[in-house]
Structure formats: structure tokens, C-alpha cells
């Protein structure tokens, strides 16, 4: 008996040893500290040791540490922001942003990504902002003369104008043959919301202005007095030659508040729908008492050209006295 009861003790102790190492050190991989399991593409499981930083280090440790380049402030560490959105927000040195995808054979493919950096009026998402066109602007009182030559200014203008020089300012002289005697029959009213056309013919009434007979047409502001102030954008279509306006605003009385020449428009050539027309962006001011537009041309006008560039090389368009208008007022969304 004592021998069948150490046989059967003998083969449970391996058994015991068995569990007892599964109680203290048989736990398996995924359980062990430092490991983290994961599935590869091939569904088999791995497993692999996890780094973690080293927290040994001490307050003090750290604060001997030296800093660290970036943390000056430098262009090349804290670049300009509009730099850094032109460059797709990639800094120097740093890889180009990529992306993976399959193609249709379900090769995986590598590309970079290149982000739009340009602006929302690059894209023509909104409209770019309203620069008024340059232009000689004349008020009356008197005039600022400069004590120093100024490049264009040409002492011998008043006398190829036919204008004595020293008898009054430019402004002046206009409003002295302008313009209490304009014929009024056959004006336009100002039209909101659209684009309206003005044309002057060879049936449009002409008058003597200081700087040379024109054909002229009025343009009302009745409808538009009770807005302080708006921009307008003046087209002056082509055909056979180009009509180069001059404006002179008028109050009820017709004696001229503003006068406006040189302007510099801006030539657009024709395609396919349109014509070529000069554009330029001029403002209004009712609540200051303008109530017609008078639109002219010069004599010094009709003697220039405009010259552009063309598929077929330079493009000459001569400076006509009639010609046909686009008027409208820009009005924000």
C-alpha cells in the first residue's frame, strides 16, 4: 500500500509543478509588461516589444539639458506664415506630404501631395477688389502748382490747347465754356441693377469745350441721388476705332463740381462673344450734389492710338469721336 500511494503521488507533482509555473511566470507574450500583440496583413499574430522613454531623468537633468535649436526664434525655425502657405506648409528640409492608393491592376501607388495654395481670387471663388483707374481729377479753386518740375508735366500743354496760360486754373477754364448751354433733349438715365448703353453718333449734339470740339451725351442721377457715393464701371466698346471718354459731373444747375481726364483705362481685347473695350473704374458722389454725367473726348485724345499685342503681332486702334458706352454700377454681394 505504501507503494501504490507513492506512485500515485509521484505522478501528480509534475502536474503541480506544471500549475505553479502558470501561476507565476507561464502568463503568455501578449500579457507579459513590455509587449503589445498585433495582426499583420496576413492575419497571423505578432508581437512586439513596446519602447518607452526613459522617465529617470530629474527636474534638474533636464534644465542642464541645452535647449533646443528650434526653440529660438528664427525665420528658418518660425518661418512667415504666408511664406510657409505658399510652400504647401512643407518646411525646409521636411518630406513632401504623400498618400497611398491602389490603382486599377491593385498595384499600390506612392504620390505626393501638392495642396492648391492659391488665394480664393486666384481661383475666382470671389471677385478680386475694386481698384479705381488713375486719372487727372480737377476741382475748382485753385490749383496746387509744384515748386519742381514733375516728370510729364509740360509747361507748353496750355498752348498747344489753344489756352492762355496765367488767366486761371484748368478747371476754370473749363467751367467757363461748360456748360449752362448743353442740350439736354435726348439724355440717359441712370439705369440700377444692369449694364446700359450710351452711344454717341454723328446725329449726338457737339460743343465747343476748352479742349476742342466733341460730341457729348448726359447721363442723369435722379434715380441714384439718395446713395452717398458709388463706383461705376465705364466700357468703351471698339469698332473701327475706339471712342477715349473724358467725364465732367454737373450739378442741378449744370455747373461743373468735377472734371475728370487722362484717364487710364484698361484695354481688353475681343474674343469669340464680345468686343474689345477700354474699362475703367470711376466713382460717383450724389450725396455731395452731382446729378449729370457728361461724357466727352479731347482733341488731344483723337490724335493718339492704342497699341496692342496680338496674335498677329502689334495691333494699332485709332481714337475715334463716336462710339458706344457700357455703364453700370458695381454693387458688392
Not at 496576413?42 to 529617470?56: C, F, K, M, N
Not at 508735366?153 to 484748368?170: A, H, I, K, R, S
Amino acid at each position: 500500500m505504501i507503494r501504490s500511494r507513492y506512485v500515485r503521488y509521484s505522478g501528480l507533482i509534475p502536474v503541480a509543478i506544471l500549475l505553479a509555473g502558470c501561476q507565476v511566470g507561464g502568463s503568455t507574450v501578449s500579457q507579459r509588461e513590455g509587449y503589445f500583440t498585433w495582426v499583420d496583413e496576413q492575419g497571423r499574430v505578432r508581437y512586439s516589444p513596446i519602447i518607452e522613454a526613459d522617465d529617470q531623468a530629474s527636474a534638474r537633468d533636464l534644465e542642464e539639458q541645452p535647449q533646443d535649436a528650434e526653440s529660438e526664434y528664427t525665420l528658418e525655425n518660425y518661418p512667415d506664415a504666408d511664406e510657409l502657405a505658399k510652400d504647401g506648409y512643407v518646411r525646409p528640409g521636411e518630406r513632401q506630404p504623400y498618400f497611398t492608393w491602389r490603382d486599377a491592376e491593385g498595384n499600390v501607388r506612392v504620390s505626393y501631395y501638392r495642396p492648391d495654395v492659391r488665394s480664393d481670387i486666384e481661383k475666382g471663388l470671389v471677385p478680386p477688389p475694386i481698384e479705381i483707374t488713375q486719372a487727372s481729377v480737377y476741382y475748382p479753386g485753385p490749383e496746387l502748382v509744384p515748386t519742381e518740375p514733375v516728370e510729364g508735366y509740360d509747361p507748353q500743354v496750355f498752348e498747344l490747347l489753344g489756352v492762355e496760360n496765367g488767366t486761371g486754373n484748368f478747371f476754370e477754364q473749363f467751367a467757363g465754356s461748360c456748360c449752362q448751354g448743353l442740350e439736354t433733349e435726348g439724355y440717359t438715365e441712370w439705369q440700377q441693377g444692369r449694364e446700359f448703353g450710351v452711344d454717341i453718333a454723328s446725329q449726338s449734339p457737339t460743343h465747343q469745350f476748352v479742349t476742342g470740339e466733341s460730341p457729348y451725351h448726359l447721363i442723369a442721377l435722379s434715380s441714384v441721388i439718395t446713395r452717398p457715393d458709388f463706383v461705376m464701371r465705364l466700357r468703351s466698346f471698339a469698332r473701327d476705332g475706339v471712342f477715349v471718354p473724358s467725364l465732367a459731373f454737373l450739378d442741378r444747375n449744370f455747373q461743373p463740381l468735377r472734371l475728370v481726364t487722362d484717364i487710364v483705362s484698361r484695354y481688353e481685347p475681343e474674343n469669340w462673344h464680345r468686343r474689345g473695350f477700354l474699362e475703367a473704374w470711376v466713382p460717383v458722389f450724389p450725396g455731395q450734389g452731382e446729378r449729370w454725367i457728361l461724357v466727352f473726348t479731347r482733341e488731344e485724345d483723337l490724335m493718339t492710338q492704342d497699341v496692342i499685342e496680338s496674335s498677329r503681332g502689334p495691333r494699332a486702334i485709332p481714337h475715334i469721336n463716336q462710339g458706344e458706352l457700357g455703364l453700370m454700377m458695381f454693387e458688392e454681394e
